[in-house]
C-alpha cells in the first residue's frame, strides 16, 4: 500500500523559524496530505509560522497550547486529536519541526509501517565525523542502557522520526512524559506491551550543529534516565527489603523453635522458612510496585520459583569454576566471600531482566 492519505504528520514545533516552513513544504511536496501542527506555547514573535502555514495550506490542521508544555504533551495531544478526528486513517508519522528529517525519509518509514504494521524507528548512523560529539556519545550510551537492562536493541533512542500505527497509539497516546522523557517511555511501553517494531535507515542531519535543539542536557538528561533506571532502582530497594525480612524471619524462627527442635536441624529449617517467606514478599512487592504488572498470579508465581532456582544453580556453578580456576584454597574464605558476591552481579541483572521480560511480562489487554 502506498497511500499517504491514511497517514496523518503529527508536526510539533516551539517557537519556530523558515526551516519549519521548508518542512511543510517537503511533507506535501511527497504526497503527505494531513498534517497535525502542534504549536507549544511558542512566543508571540513566532505565532505568525503557524497561522500563515494553516491558512496557505487547507492539508493542516493546528493545534495551540496557550503556554509551553514540552514535546511530549504536544504529540500526546496530536495522538487524542488524531485518535477521535481520523477514524479510518492507518496511522501517524512524528516528525520535527526543524527540517533534520529528509522528506523521503519521512515517506520511507511510512510506508514501511503501511506495508508491514509494524511502528518504524527512523534511525540514523552515528559513526560520521559531522555528527555532535554530544549527540554521538548521549545515543551510544543510551543505546547500551537499554539493551543491558531493558532489553531492546536500538540504534538510535533518541529519534523523532518515528511512524506509528494507530492500533499501537491508543496505547502510546496515554503513557506518562510531558517533555522530551515522553520519547523514551514510547520506547519502554513497546517493550512492555509487545509492540511489534523495525527501524529504518535514515540520513543523519545536523544544522549548525542542532543548536535549534530544545533539549537540555541536564534537566531533560535526568528525566530520560530517570525512566530507564527507576524501575531497576526499585528492584534493587525490593531486593533489600527482601533481604531484612529473611533475617528478620530467621531471627525470629530461630527463637521461636530454639527448644522445639533439635539443634543440628535448627539452621536448615529457619533458613527455609525464612526464604519461603522472603521470596514471598519479594515475588508480591515486584509484581504490584516494580514492574505493575497484570499478569496471571499462579503463572507468574510457578515462573519466579522456577528462575530462583536457576539462578541460585547458576550462582553456585559460577562461584565453584572461579575458585577452582583460581585455585582458591580453603582457608581464602575473604576472597571465596568476594567470588560469591561478584558471581551475584550479572545474575542479578539477568534476573531483573527474566522478571521484566517473563515472570511478570504483561497479558494482552485487547
Known sequence: MND????????????????????????LEVGFTDIILVN?????ENLHYFTDLAAAHPEIHLLHHEVNKGKGAALKNAFHWFLENRPDAL???????????????????????????????????FSGEDVPARSSAGNRITSFVFKVFVGMKLSDTQTGLRAIPAKALKTLANIKGERFEYETNMLL???????PYEEVKI????????????????KDSWRIYKLIFGRFFKFLLSSGFAWLVDWAVCVLMNWLLFKALPEMW???????????VSSLVNFFVNRALVFESNAHTKRSLARYAMLAVLILVGQIAIATGLIALFNIGKDQALLRGLINALAQVPLF???????KTWVFAQENED
Not at 535448627?266 to 519461603?276: F, G, M, S
Open 4 to 27: 499517504l492519505s491514511k497517514i496523518s504528520v503529527v508536526l510539533p514545533s516551539l517557537d519556530p523559524d523558515e526551516k519549519l516552513i521548508a518542512v511543510v513544504d517537503g511533507l
Open 40 to 44: 507549544d506555547g511558542s512566543k508571540a
Open 91 to 125: 496511522g501517524v508519522v512524528t516528525v520535527d519541526g526543524d527540517n533534520q528529517h529528509h522528506r523521503e525519509d519521512t515517506k520511507a518509514c511510512a510506508l514501511r509501517m503501511l506495508e508491514t504494521g509494524n511502528l518504524v524507528l527512523g534511525c540514523r548512523d
Open 189 to 195: 511501553a513497546m517493550k512492555d506491551h509487545k509492540i
Open 203 to 218: 540520513r543523519t542531519v545536523y544544522i549548525e550543529e542542532n543548536k535549534s535543539s530544545h533539549f537540555h542536557a541536564i
Open 266 to 276: 535448627l539452621p536448615a529449617v529457619t533458613a527455609t522458612i525464612a526464604r519461603v
Open 349 to 355: 541483572i539477568l534476573s531483573y531482566r527474566a522478571q
